[in-house]
């Protein structure tokens, strides 16, 4: 069955960086358009970026600090992070799918992992 595992959360200080991973095994990853997604205590989970063979896009509160990419030998989606913000606080996850709407909603990705957690110090 599908599984993806993330990892590589932790604390930063704002203005820091930090590298998630999502590795993906149980499907040909290649095929998968990839996201993440981030759910901060209290809110509802919301959509930072996705990637859809060489297409990105980017939510615009991350727009321009984070970067999502992927290694398809390596069965493995990252989302590197920079200019962190006590704001990006949360709880990521990646999420999967074969189809394909607007890319940004949650509903669209019937695959997810069970995410790590990002804390931002001010």
């Known amino acids: 069955q599908v599984r993806l595992v993330e990892s590589g959360g932790g604390l930063a200080q704002a203005g820091g960086s930090l590298t998630v991973s999502c590795a993906a095994s149980?499907?040909?990853?290649?095929?998968?358009?990839m996201a993440w997604f981030r759910q901060a205590p209290g809110k509802e989970r919301e959509f930072v970026a996705h990637?859809?063979?060489?297409?990105?896009s980017y939510a615009d509160s991350v727009k321009g600090r984070f970067t999502i990419s992927r290694d398809n030998a390596k069965n493995t989606l990252y989302l590197q992070m920079n200019s962190l913000k006590p704001e990006d606080t949360a709880v990521y996850y990646c999420?999967?799918?074969?189809?394909w709407g607007s890319g940004g909603s949650a509903s669209e990705y019937p695959y997810w992992g069970q995410g790590t957690q990002v804390t931002v110090s001010s």
């Open positions: 149980g499907l040909t990853f290649s095929s998968y358009h």
């Open positions: 999420a999967a799918t074969q189809t």
């Open positions: 990637i859809r063979w060489g297409s990105k």
